[in-house]
């Protein structure tokens, strides 16, 4: 997978924006790096259990996510492995739920970046407080 997504300029030139960018000083809300096709958004979040956590799959985008002030745990499971839509792909925010459990997990470090293509269902935010983070969302091609 890694050199298809080293193929995609657009995950070239957000690889290079997180070596580059001390992503703690951005502030909260959407940064645009490159218009529509790579854009970065920090938010704050309230953490949840397994169990809480959704799996989601994106079409058009690619996410690079990066936990920024504590570990975050993520479910992951093929996307062709999910069989319990949660209703239909909203395709203006470009998002898909499932309701299958979280069976697999891994678990990132402050500042260690996790791509998920669009291949692959996550369910993000599992841990407990809050946790300040970067998504990065970057244009599939």
Do not use: W
Not at 34 to 63: C, W
Not at 73 to 84: D, H, L, M, V
């Amino acid at each position: 997978m890694e050199d298809k997504l080293m193929q995609n300029p657009y995950y070239v030139r957000a690889m290079e924006y997180i070596r580059d960018t001390d992503l703690n000083a951005l502030e909260n809300g959407t940064h645009v790096i490159d218009g529509d096709n790579l854009f970065v958004n920090i938010v704050d979040s309230d953490m949840k259990t397994p169990q809480q956590a959704r799996l989601e799959v994106h079409d058009k985008y690619i996410d690079i996510q990066v936990p920024l002030s504590k570990s975050e745990t993520y479910g992951i499971t093929p996307r062709s492995g999910c069989k319990e839509p949660d209703g239909e792909m909203n395709v203006e925010k470009d998002i898909l739920f499932f309701n299958d459990p979280v069976e697999v997990t891994i678990t990132a470090k402050p500042g260690e970046a996790v791509t998920f293509d669009t291949d692959t269902a996550h369910a993000p935010l599992i841990g407990e407080g809050k946790i300040h983070k970067a998504i990065f969302k970057v244009r599939a091609l």
